[in-house]
C-alpha cells in the first residue's frame, strides 16, 4: 500500500538532505548536453552494433525496422515517466530512490536488486560484444589470441580476456573522477554518431529493396520464430539497448540544474537513439539477407557485403568506441545504485563511501568492477542480453507505477516536468512494457524470478534488520 502523503513527503525530503551528511558528496558537474551524451553512450552500444543481427537472424527478420517502432514507443512513455520522477527527485540512485520514496523499504530493496541485473549484467553484455569487434579488428591486421582466451565457457574458450579487462580499465577510468569520464564519453559519443550517420548514409545508396519482402517473414510455427511474434520477440530482445534511459535517470543527482536538465537529457536521448536504431535496421536488413547477420560483427558484414572492406574497418573502430561508452556509462549507473542503497543502509556503509577529493563512490566502483570483469568473462551473450532486457523491462514498469502513486499520494508537490495526459501515459508505459516482456522466452523468466527470490533472501538474512523504513 502506498505511504500517507506526509511519511511520502517525509522520505523526499530525507533523500533530498542525506548526500549532505556523512562525509562528502557526489559532484554536481553534468549538463543537460552530458545527460544526453551519457544516454546515447549508454543506449547506443551492444544493441546497435550486436543484437540488432541476431534479433534480424532469428526472430523478426527485415520486421526489425518495426520491433525498434515499438521498443521507441515503450520507451518514449517510459521517459516522459522517468522525467517527472528525475525533476521532482533530483538525488542519485533513479528507479530505485523512487520506489524508496513511494513504497517504502522492501520494494526499494526488489527495485534496487533488479537494477543490479540491469545495469551490472548491460556492462557484461555489452563488453562481451566489445570483445568481438576488438578480435574482428585485430584479425584484419594478422593477430589472433588463442581461442582459451577469446570467449567464454559454452562459447568455445575458457575465459574472454578482453571483455574482463575493457570492464577493468573503465572501471578505473571513473573512480579517477566524472568530469573525466563524462569529457571521454562525449568525446566517443561524437565519433561514434558519425561513423553510425556515415554508414546509413552509404548503405542507402547501395540498397536492395528486395531483402525486405516479406517485411515481415511467416511464422515458422512457433512463438517467436519470426511472423508478428517474431516483431514482439525482437523488439523485447532489442529492448537492452533501452538501459541508457536509467543510467541517465542515476546521474541526475550529478547535475547543475536536476530540475530542467533532466527533461532535457531524457527526451533527447531517447529522440536520437530511436532514430538511429531505426535507420540502422532499415539499412542493416536492406544490404544483407536477414538469415546471414547471426554474427559477432552485422554492421561490419553489412559493408563488406557491398564490397567497401576499407569502409569495414572504420565500421570496426565506431563499433569499439560505441561499446566502450555504453560499457562506462552501465558501470556509472550500477556504481551509483550501490551508493544509494548504502546511503539508506541497505547494503555495507562502505558502498556509500566517497572519495575526499574525487567525489566519486570508488569502493561501489571497484566492487562493481571486479563483479562485472567476472561475469563478463565467463557467461555467454546470448544468456546476458535476455537477462538485462527482462531486467530493465521491470524496472520501467516500475517507473510508470511510481508516477500514478505519487499523483495520488503527493498532488501537490511540485512537478517542474509533469507527463501529459494524466494517467493515461503511465498506464499506456506499463502495458507496453509488459506486453515485450510476455515476448520473452520462458526461460528467461525463470532466471529473473531466481535472480529475485536470492534477493528477497538477502533482504530477509540481512537488510531487513539494518533498515529504518
Not at 128 to 155: I, K, T
Not at 322 to 334: E, V, W
Not at 368 to 378: E, M
Request: with cysteine.
Amino acid at each position: 500500500m502506498a505511504d500517507s502523503p506526509p511519511l511520502a513527503r517525509r522520505r523526499i525530503a530525507d533523500l533530498l538532505a542525506s548526500e549532505a551528511r556523512d562525509g562528502p558528496a557526489l559532484a554536481r558537474t553534468l549538463s543537460a548536453f552530458g545527460l544526453v551524451c551519457i544516454g546515447i553512450g549508454a543506449t547506443i552500444g551492444a544493441g546497435i552494433f550486436v543484437l540488432t543481427g541476431t534479433a534480424a537472424a532469428h526472430y523478426a527478420g527485415p520486421g526489425l525496422m518495426l520491433s525498434f517502432v515499438l521498443g521507441g514507443i515503450a520507451s518514449g512513455l517510459v521517459g516522459l515517466c522517468y522525467a517527472e520522477l528525475a525533476a521532482m527527485i533530483p538525488v542519485a540512485g533513479s528507479t530505485y530512490s523512487y520506489a524508496r520514496v513511494t513504497l517504502g523499504a522492501l520494494p526499494a530493496w526488489i527495485v534496487g536488486w533488479d537494477l543490479v541485473l540491469e545495469f551490472a549484467f548491460a556492462a557484461a553484455t555489452v563488453a562481451v560484444g566489445w570483445s568481438g569487434y576488438a578480435q574482428s579488428l585485430m584479425a584484419d591486421f594478422g593477430l589472433h589470441l588463442p581461442q582459451a582466451l577469446a570467449a567464454a565457457p559454452g562459447e568455445g574458450g575458457v575465459v574472454n580476456l578482453p571483455a574482463g579487462a575493457v570492464v577493468l580499465a573503465l572501471t578505473a577510468l571513473l573512480i579517477a573522477g566524472n568530469r573525466g569520464a563524462a569529457r571521454v564519453n562525449a568525446a566517443l559519443v561524437a565519433l561514434k554518431v558519425a561513423i553510425i550517420l556515415a554508414f546509413v548514409l552509404v548503405g542507402a545508396a547501395h540498397l536492395r529493396p528486395e531483402l525486405w519482402s516479406p517485411l515481415v517473414p511467416p511464422n515458422e510455427g512457433t512463438f517467436g520464430a519470426f511472423g508478428w511474434s517474431g516483431v514482439l520477440r525482437g523488439a523485447g530482445v532489442v529492448f537492452f539497448a533501452y538501459v541508457g534511459f536509467e543510467t541517465i535517470a542515476t546521474a541526475v543527482g550529478e547535475t547543475r540544474d536536476p530540475q530542467r536538465d533532466a527533461p532535457v537529457g531524457l527526451i533527447g536521448a531517447l529522440l536520437v537513439t530511436s532514430a538511429l536504431y531505426i535507420a540502422v535496421a532499415g539499412v542493416l536488413t536492406g544490404l544483407v539477407p536477414y538469415r546471414d547477420l547471426a554474427v559477432a560483427d552485422p554492421i561490419a558484414k553489412a559493408v563488406d557485403a557491398v564490397g567497401l572492406t576499407g569502409f569495414a574497418l572504420a565500421i570496426k573502430v565506431g563499433a569499439l568506441l560505441g561499446l566502450t561508452t555504453a560499457t562506462l556509462t552501465a558501470l556509472y549507473g550500477q556504481a551509483r545504485i550501490f551508493y544509494a542503497m548504502a546511503r539508506d543502509r541497505m547494503l555495507p556503509d562502505l558502498f556509500g563511501i566517497v572519495h575526499p577529493t574525487r567525489r566519486t563512490p570508488w569502493v561501489s566502483q571497484l566492487a562493481i568492477g571486479f563483479v562485472t570483469a567476472g561475469v563478463a568473462a565467463l557467461v555467454p551473450l546470448r544468456v546476458l542480453g535476455e537477462l538485462v532486457s527482462i531486467g530493465t523491462l521491470f524496472a520501467f514498469v516500475l517507473v510508470c507505477a511510481f508516477v500514478l502513486i505519487l499523483r495520488r499520494t503527493e498532488p501537490e508537490r511540485p512537478r517542474p516536468f509533469r507527463v501529459p495526459g494524466g494517467p493515461i501515459v503511465p498506464g499506456l508505459g506499463i502495458l507496453a512494457c509488459l506486453v515485450l516482456m510476455a515476448g520473452l522466452p520462458g526461460d528467461t523468466w525463470l532466471r529473473l524470478g531466481a535472480w529475485l527470490a536470492l534477493g528477497l533472501a538477502l533482504w530477509f538474512g540481512y537488510g531487513r534488520a539494518r533498515v529504518r523504513d
